[in-house]
């Protein structure tokens, strides 16, 4: 089956800092979505990417889609206290002779931002 | 915007009782799905359904079923609830052409 990784597992920096976090898979998405889980709630989409090399920003996030179609990363700039969560990956293959392609979830970043 | 909603944010049933999970998505989307969420294990895809009436086994269908009547009105049924269904449940919308997925707020069941 489709795996897929992402890293880090877990990021502690300083208010301001900037941050980096990248997902790969074994076989090729047409798909990368980026997610943040606060606590006890559901994932809110952040980033939805849909073509090779693709780069989306939503104000403090950027996310591009690799060229190779089988990573993707996302960068937050100027961290801040909110920006504490955990982030997934999501990625979403041929759909084959259906509508539905199943999702992949990577394991998630877990953030702490110390102000 | 997408609104996902769950019918229950907490619910603590007992052994052996049904259970009834409500979702409703307001976008009009084809495709819903229900997951559960486990520490250390992600998010594992437990139905999905790509229309009214059409429902398809995820990755763990087992002790569950589902309900979709209409379009926009997903149910996950736990027919006789079990100590190791206690979890969170997601349920998610999106549209058939392949876009996003969008989750709802979360049902944390606990059953004792």
């Known amino acids: 089956g489709q795996q897929l990784n992402q890293s880090p597992q877990s990021m502690f920096i300083q208010e301001g800092e900037d941050v980096s976090m990248n997902c790969t898979s074994s076989?090729?998405?047409?798909?990368w979505l980026w997610y943040k889980q606060d606590p006890g709630e559901g994932p809110v989409l952040l980033i939805a990417?849909?073509?090779?090399?693709e780069l989306t920003s939503n104000g403090r996030l950027t996310a591009q889609f690799g060229i190779t179609r089988k990573d993707s990363f996302l960068n937050i700039s100027a961290s801040i206290p909110s920006d504490v969560g955990i982030y997934f990956c999501a990625g979403r293959g041929n759909a084959g002779g259906t509508s539905y392609g199943k999702l992949t979830f990577g394991q998630g970043t877990i953030l702490t931002v110390h102000p | 915007d997408v609104k996902v909603t769950q019918s229950s944010r907490y619910l603590v049933k007992r052994t052996g009782e049904k259970v009834f999970l409500e979702c409703v998505q307001d976008m009009d989307h084809e495709n819903m799905f229900w997951y559960r969420q486990d520490p250390g294990l992600g998010l594992r895809l437990i139905y999905f359904s790509y229309d009214v009436k059409m429902k398809e086994k995820g990755d763990i269908p087992e002790g569950y079923s589902v309900s979709r009547e209409k379009k926009e009105r997903f149910s996950l049924i736990l027919e006789s609830a079990s100590t190791n269904q206690t979890s969170m449940y997601l349920c998610?919308?999106?549209?058939?052409?392949?876009?996003?997925?969008?989750f709802g707020e979360g049902s944390w069941l606990t059953v004792v």
């Open positions: 998610a919308s999106s549209s058939p052409q392949g876009g996003a997925i969008y």
């Open positions: 076989s090729i998405f047409n798909t």
């Open positions: 990417l849909y073509k090779a090399g």
